[in-house]
């Protein structure tokens, strides 16, 4: 299985596009990309965690539905790697991978798969923003 040395390693070997990567805590990394994208990668075996907290959802009802409906849809057409799902009041990005088999090429796919979800949803996603 996969130690969190290993974890530390494989966000090592990403760090070469600009990447700054930061444990927070012990099994707890926040990865900051070149956009500024914070991805939370969290060692929590026997899964690691890959999390990104994309927006506050809109305080009205209609605006709510109608985002509820895109993210549904990019779950459905767009995404390879994880999903869109809600955290309190905030909109995150999220995979979970099992650690018993993982290899630095399924977490950087998942990684990357990621990081250009967010980076192509974004635009179609601001005007859901209100703060």
């Given at each position: 299985?996969?130690?969190?040395?290993?974890?530390?390693?494989?966000?090592?070997?990403l760090d070469g596009?600009g990447?700054?990567v930061k444990?927070v805590?012990?099994n707890?990394?926040i990865?900051?990309?070149?956009?500024d994208?914070?991805?939370?990668?969290?060692?929590a075996?026997?899964?690691?965690i890959?999390?990104?907290?994309?927006?506050?959802?809109?305080?009205s009802?209609p605006?709510?539905?109608e985002?509820f409906?895109?993210?549904?849809?990019?779950?459905?057409?767009?995404?390879?790697?994880?999903s869109?799902g809600?955290?309190g009041d905030?909109v995150?990005?999220?995979?979970t991978?099992?650690l018993?088999?993982l290899?630095f090429?399924?977490?950087?796919?998942?990684f990357?798969s990621?990081t250009?979800?967010?980076?192509?949803?974004?635009?179609?996603?601001?005007?859901?923003?209100?703060?």
């Amino acid at each position: 299985m996969i130690t969190r040395e290993d974890i530390q390693s494989f966000l090592d070997r990403l760090d070469g596009g600009g990447l700054t990567v930061k444990e927070v805590e012990p099994n707890l990394w926040i990865a900051r990309t070149p956009d500024d994208a914070e991805v939370v990668v969290h060692y929590a075996p026997p899964v690691i965690i890959l999390r990104v907290r994309v927006m506050e959802l809109p305080a009205s009802e209609p605006r709510r539905g109608e985002l509820f409906r895109q993210l549904l849809e990019y779950n459905a057409r767009d995404l390879v790697h994880g999903s869109y799902g809600l955290e309190g009041d905030h909109v995150v990005l999220t995979d979970t991978l099992e650690l018993e088999n993982l290899d630095f090429s399924e977490f950087e796919a998942s990684f990357d798969s990621i990081t250009l979800a967010l980076a192509s949803h974004l635009t179609a996603l601001a005007p859901y923003r209100e703060r």
